[in-house]
C-alpha cells in the first residue's frame, strides 16, 4: 500500500511471509558493491515499501531511481516517487508525476489519495475532495483505511473539523478499526473536547483493554481535567500492563503531587528508582516532595543524591537553594543557586530565587539586577517586577520604583497588588488623582488585596477619598 505510515507487526509478518528480506538483502548488496542486479516491478515496489515503512527515505529514493533505470515505463513506481515528495513538503512536485500517470492510474485509489492530499496541502480544498471523493468510490474493500488515510491528511494540516468528519464515517464503517478510535480520541484531545476523547479512548479499551499506551493517554486526559483519581487509576493500568513503563510511573506520581499526596509520591518515584537506579528526575522529585512536606533536611539528602548522579543537573543544585532558603542558611542557599544558574542562565525561576537570596543578606543592588533579568525572560512575572520596585521603594527612588511598575502594568495590568503599589507611590509623591485611579482599578480587580495600600502607604486610612473608595466597593462586592 501506497499511502503507509508506520510498519506494524502485521507489515513486518507480510514482508517475511514473501520473502521480500530476500529482495532487500540482494538489493542492498547491489548498493553496496555498485553493481547491477534486475528485480521485476512488483520486487521493486515491495523494496520501496519497505523502506517507506522505516521511514528511510534514502534508500527508498535509491530504490526508485534503479527502478525506473530497469522499468521507465513503470507507474507504480513514479507514485512512490509522488508519494515521497508529498510526504517530504513538496506537493507540487508531486503532483507533477502524478498528473504524468494520470491516464494509467485513473481507476487506482491510492493514485486519488496521494493526489488529493498533495492538493489538501497546497490549501486547494475542493479539488482536494474531489480526489478524496474518488479514492472512497474506487476503494472495493478496507474502505474505513482509505478513509482514515484521508482523515490523516486533514489531521497534517490541521483541518481537524475535516478529519473528525472522515474518522467518524470510518467509525462507522468498521467500529472495531483501532486505529480510526485512538485517532478520534487524539484529535479531540488536541481541540480541547476532552470528554469526547475520554469516550473513544474507552471504546479503543472495549476492544483492547491491554493497550497500555492508551490507558496512558487516557491518563493524561484526566490529569488535565483535574479527575486525578481518575488519571491515577488510568496510570495504574498502564503500570500492571507495562510494569517497566516510566513514562507511567512519572506521570502517576506528578498527579498525586498535584493532589497534594506527597507521601504516596515518593513511594511512586521510588519505584522508578528501583526500575533505574540512576534516574536523576526521580531522585529530585523526591527531594521536591520532602521539600513540599517541610522536611528539607530529607529533601536536601535527595537533591544531593541527585547531584552525585549528575553534576550537570540544574533543577537538583535549585532544589538545594530551596531548602536551605527555607532554613534560613541564606549564604549557603546563594551558592547553590549560583550553580544552577550557571547551568541554566536562561531560567527566570533560578533568577528570581538569586533576587530572593541576594535581598536577605541586604545586597540589594544584585537583587534588583537578578528581578531585572527575570522580567527580561518573562515579562509577565509580576512578582518579579513587584520585588524589584521594592527595592527602589526601600532606596528611597520612589520615582524609579513607578517607573517599574508602570513598565509592569504594559505586561500585566489586571494584577490587582501592582495597582495597589502604584496607587501607594503616587501617594508618597503626592499625585493623588494618579493614586485614586489606580486604586480604583486594584478595588475592581480584587477588593480583598486593598489591604496592601495601606500596608505600603498607612497615611491612606485617613484618605477621605481613598476610605470613600473602599466603601463603594465593599457594597458592591457583597
Not at 413 to 430: G, K
Request: glycine share 4%.
Amino acid at each position: 500500500m501506497v499511502f503507509s505510515f508506520i510498519m506494524s507487526e502485521g507489515q513486518e509478518s507480510y514482508y517475511e511471509e514473501e520473502g521480500i528480506f530476500e529482495s532487500i538483502i540482494r538489493f542492498e548488496e547491489m548498493l553496496n558493491t555498485n553493481s547491477t542486479i534486475y528485480f521485476d516491478v512488483y520486487e521493486f515496489e515491495n523494496i520501496i515499501d519497505y523502506y517507506l515503512d522505516q521511514h528511510n527515505i534514502h534508500n527508498a529514493k535509491a530504490a526508485i531511481e534503479c527502478g525506473l533505470k530497469q522499468h521507465p515505463k513503470a507507474t507504480s513506481i513514479k507514485l512512490r516517487l509522488a508519494q515521497i515528495y508529498i510526504q517530504n513538503g513538496k506537493p507540487s512536485k508531486g503532483l507533477h508525476f502524478l498528473r504524468e500517470i494520470e491516464p494509467i492510474e485513473s481507476s487506482n485509489g491510492e493514485f486519488y489519495l496521494l493526489k488529493g492530499s498533495a492538493l489538501n496541502i497546497l490549501g486547494k480544498k475542493d479539488d482536494a475532495k474531489y480526489a478524496f471523493d474518488s479514492a472512497i468510490q474506487l476503494a472495493t474493500e478496507g474502505r474505513d483505511e482509505v478513509i482514515f488515510s484521508i482523515a490523516f491528511s486533514y489531521i497534517n494540516t490541521r483541518r481537524y473539523d475535516l478529519a473528525i468528519k472522515y474518522l467518524i464515517l470510518a467509525h462507522e464503517i468498521n467500529p472495531k478499526n483501532l486505529m480510526v478510535l485512538q485517532e478520534l480520541a487524539m484529535v479531540y484531545e488536541r481541540i480541547d473536547e476532552l470528554g469526547k476523547s475520554i469516550v473513544y479512548y474507552h471504546k479503543y479499551l472495549n476492544i483492547e483493554p491491554y493497550a497500555e499506551n492508551i490507558w496512558f493517554n487516557l491518563g493524561m486526559v484526566y490529569t488535565s481535567l483535574d479527575e486525578y483519581q481518575k488519571a491515577i487509576n488510568a496510570y495504574d493500568f498502564a503500570i500492571a500492563i507495562c510494569p517497566d513503563y516510566i513514562s507511567a510511573y512519572f506521570s502517576k506520581a506528578n498527579t498525586l503531587v498535584n493532589s497534594g499526596l506527597y507521601k504516596e509520591a515518593i513511594k511512586t518515584f521510588e519505584e522508578i528508582i528501583f526500575i533505574e537506579p540512576d534516574n536523576v528526575q526521580a531522585y529530585t522529585y523526591i527531594g521536591e516532595c520532602y521539600e513540599k512536606l517541610k522536611l528539607f533536611n530529607r529533601a536536601i539528602h535527595f537533591y544531593i543524591k541527585s547531584i552525585e548522579i549528575d553534576k550537570s543537573f540544574g533543577d537538583a543544585w535549585y532544589g538545594l537553594g530551596m531548602s536551605n532558603f527555607h532554613l534560613k542558611f541564606y549564604s549557603k542557599s546563594l551558592n547553590y543557586f549560583v550553580r544552577a544558574n550557571a547551568l541554566d542562565p536562561e531560567n527566570p525561576e533560578y533568577w528570581f530565587m538569586l533576587g530572593k537570596v541576594y535581598r536577605k543578606l541586604n545586597l540589594l543592588e544584585k537583587s534588583a539586577e537578578s528581578y531585572n533579568r527575570v522580567v527580561e525572560l518573562d515579562p509577565n512575572d509580576y512578582e518579579a517586577w513587584l520585588s524589584h520596585a521594592d527595592i527602589l521603594f526601600l532606596e528611597n527612588k520612589v520615582y524609579d520604583a513607578i517607573q517599574i511598575l508602570n513598565k509592569a502594568y504594559q505586561y500585566n495590568n489586571e494584577i490587582s497588588t501592582i495597582n495597589y503599589n502604584l496607587a501607594a507611590y503616587y501617594l508618597y509623591i503626592d499625585q493623588p488623582q494618579l493614586a485614586y485611579e489606580f486604586f480604583e482599578k486594584g478595588l475592581a480587580i480584587n477588593f480583598s488585596e486593598h489591604s496592601n495600600l495601606l500596608s505600603q502607604y498607612p497615611l491612606a486610612s485617613k484618605n477621605k477619598t481613598i476610605t470613600a473608595l473602599i466603601k463603594k466597593y465593599k457594597n458592591l462586592s457583597r
